[in-house]
Structures are given as C-alpha cells and as structure tokens.
C-alpha cells in the first residue's frame, strides 16, 4: 500500500524532494526510479521552459548564467591598457567586422546595428550611390531631407554594402526617392526579410577570425580614441584630411558623429567651408536625418 502511495505522489516527490519526509523512507526502487528519471527529464523542462520564454530570454539567462558581463568587462580592461591611437581604417576598412568587435565587447547582450546602419549610408554617400536632397514630400510642407538613388559605383563593392544598398533601391520605388517612412513601410510589408539582414548578422569563418584577433580589436578601440580625442591631442596636420569622410563613418559607427563632426568642423573650418560633400554628411548628421533612416531600418530586423 506505501509503494502504490508512493507511486502516485512521484510527481510531488521529484520537484519537491522534502516531500518524501513525510513517508520515513523510500523504497530502493523508487529511489532508483526518482534519480534516473530526474536527470533525463529535469534538463528537458528546463529547455522546453526556456523556449516557451522565448528565444531573446534564453539568451539573455544564458549571456548571465555564462558570465558574459564579466568576461567581457576583463576584455576590454586588457585591450584598455596601454591603447595607442590609430589613424587608419581597421580590417582593412570592413564596417560590418568593425561593428561585430563593438558588439563582441558591449555590456549590453544584444547586439547593436544601428551605428552600422548610419555609416553605411554615409558610405554609399560617399562613393555617389546614394546622394542627399531636400525636397518637399508629402509628409509636410516643408522641404525634407531624402535619400535619392544615384549612379552605382562600377567598381566591386564590398557586399555587405552592395545588399543595403539593393534594399534601399527596391524601397524607394519608381521615383528613387527614398523617405524614412517609405523605408519603414517597406520593411513592414515585405513578406520576406532582404538578404541584407541575414548577412549583417552572418560572419563568414574568416570575418571571425578577423573579428576575433586582438589586434583588430585594438585597432578599433584605437581609432575610436582617437577620435574622441582628437581635439585634445592637438594634431593639425593636413594629411588627416583625405580621410576626413571615413573618419565620419566610423564615427557615426561607434555613435558618437555628432561630437566629432563638431571638433573637425572647429579644426578644419575652411576645408568644410570649401566642401560640399563634407558639408552635405556633416548636414545628415547634424539635423537628425541619419537616426531617422537608421530607426527605420531597425524596425525592419524586429
């Protein structure tokens, strides 16, 4: 008769241990039982308990669970030490490798793209595929600023660039026009998300290895310094210049265009007065525009 109590009370007894006090003992059998059933069907719980979370949450225990958070922070406190400035362009100028050793080393387990959103526009910019104009639309009478499809580059492209751009042109429709709203719609209603965004978040397996070197890293926390600091360090020198336009995109990379427009526009006040094409990228991210068409690329991936 204890064993067929027992029997029916084995749910209890497997969540709740303590509960087989109340019966003095357990039989071998049941113990056995109890041992070999917790082990196949505890971690079975677990997993389907973490799914029916959803997948955002399974990853965010597991980020904690793991020490991510820690591990990350001693990262970056070992790349901090001793960090040189540097000038160039890291990993050969790949925006898309740049932005996953960001990620790599952020506090925050998701990962960050609208930085990279931004500076790729501000690339395509550069190289004449996609140009800058105010124009009146019909979300108001005032002109807006809004992105029209130029010439492509005839050049090989990188692809990353190449799919955003595809994406941007497919969105603009029959006028070339594009609006951050229009974008917005079109992300919204497409039944089937561009190959750009299975890219964006896909690194090939030398992208990782790229993006996974310390020296790479150290490149672009080297370059990030850089240009936060650029004003402190008291660098006037006119080779900068030609590079001006990468500096920008990567600013707006690692989100921190606005300060650095702001001290180049104080060093180099003729040369931005005598360029329009600087002027034009200090234009979008000065007046918010750039954040209006990376918002709407964001909502795209949700």
């Known amino acids: 008769m204890k064993d067929i109590i027992l029997l029916f009370t084995f749910p209890l007894l497997m969540f709740v241990p303590e509960a087989g006090f109340f019966f003095g003992f357990m039989p071998e059998w049941l113990d056995t039982l109890l041992s070999m059933t917790t082990i196949i069907v505890v971690p079975v719980v677990v997993v389907l308990v973490f799914v029916a979370m959803g997948g955002k949450t399974f990853r965010l225990i597991w980020y904690i669970i793991s020490l991510q958070p820690l591990r990350r922070w001693l990262t970056r406190r070992k790349l901090q030490e001793q960090l040189e400035y540097y000038r160039d362009m890291p990993a050969g100028g790949d925006l898309k490798i740049a932005n996953a050793v960001m990620n790599a080393l952020s506090s925050s387990p998701i990962a960050d793209y609208q930085g990279l959103f931004g500076a790729l526009i501000l690339r395509l910019i550069e190289k004449g595929a996609l140009v800058l104009e105010n124009k009146a639309t019909i979300y108001g009478s005032e002109p807006h600023l809004v992105l029209s499809v130029g010439k492509r580059p005839q050049t090989r492209e990188n692809e990353l660039e190449m799919e955003f751009l595809s994406m941007l042109v497919s969105a603009s429709g029959n006028d070339g026009i594009l609006q951050p709203r229009e974008l917005q719609q ?21 992208e990782k290895n790229i993006a996974s070197d310390p020296d790479t890293a150290r490149q672009v926390l080297g370059l990030r310094k850089f240009l936060l600091e650029f004003t402190l360090i008291g660098i ?10 990468e ?23 003729d040369y931005f007065n005598a360029n329009k094409l600087a002027l034009t990228e200090l234009n979008i991210v000065g007046n918010n525009a750039l954040v209006n068409y990376t918002n709407a690329v964001a909502s795209g991936m949700k």
């Open 186 to 206: 079109y992300l919204r209603n497409s039944k089937k998300k561009p190959s750009f965004f299975q890219s964006l978040e896909t690194l090939s397996k030398e």
């Open 247 to 269: 500096y920008l995109i990567y600013a707006t990379l690692f989100g921190i265009a606005d300060q650095v427009s702001r001290n180049f526009g104080e060093v180099y006040s």
């Open 236 to 245: 006037r020198d006119i080779k900068e210049m030609p590079l001006w336009k």
